[in-house]
């Protein structure tokens, strides 16, 4: 009997990275911290830090290590892609990297998942999912379940299936960035509902479902259609939730259900960014010719989480 108070997530990682590099900081620098983003904040004090992420990293270790801090993504931020998420994963992987060596365990890949709810959620107080944190530290096609503080997963279908939703995914960009913070504000306050409670139950239900059917999936374009289906029935549940009003969006998705996909969503919270569409490989070049170039996205899917590069230490 599938328990309602356990939550289920269904999702994929793509192959768009976030990308960050942590090095000690040379002993001749007249600052302790340098964090190159966006812009460059060079200071002594990890309190001086703006970046809300670095800062609240730092300040919960204490961190006492003078570094350079660097970063940079293929996609851009607040697109509905969990890249905040990643680039908190990722920053975590790396000052465990610069410690303790480049091994990321299982267990590791909890331990930083985890970390980083820690720190978006508690620290940071921002609203919110646990999924995209999970995602970026394990990647592939999995399932999630969430009850209370304990976290588990596990791959979903084989991987001629994986390849074959690999195939079929396309994204489109919708424009514009989004507040998902203030959106999962929203959301939340709808959810004192009794209904919308309702509703949240039965999204979770319908996601444990459809995984089970894809367990072991041996028709490939018969699995597609079954996620498709329930990514469009779920979309319709996510709408009422947050109370999503997007008349360019709608129009999106619906042209696409129009024009061969089997299942169509915006990605994230918030009223932009990218939509994601589930076409049949073969006919994916004739549905691509209906959009713009420049809006769509060349991406497949990855069995890759957050992965630990190489620490150069000077003295090897």
Known sequence: ???????????????????VMVLPQPDFENVKFRFTYRITESVNSFEEIMHPVVRNVLRSKNWKMPINIATMAQLPGRSGLGSSSAFTVAFLAALDTIQNGKNITEEKRFELAREAVYVERILLNEAGGIQDQNQASFGGFRLYEFKGNEHSNHVIGNSEFFDYLSNALVLIATGGGRDSNKFAIQTKERLKEIKKIKILDELSLLTFEVAEKLKNILDMRSGLIILGESINEAWKMKVELSGHESTQVDELLEFGIKYGAFGAKLCGAGGSGFAAFLVEPEKKPEFLSYFDDSDVIDVSLTNNGVQAGDYFDDKN
């Open 1 to 19: 009997m599938l328990d309602n108070k356990t939550g289920y997530v269904l999702g994929a990682t793509i192959n768009k990275w976030v990308n």
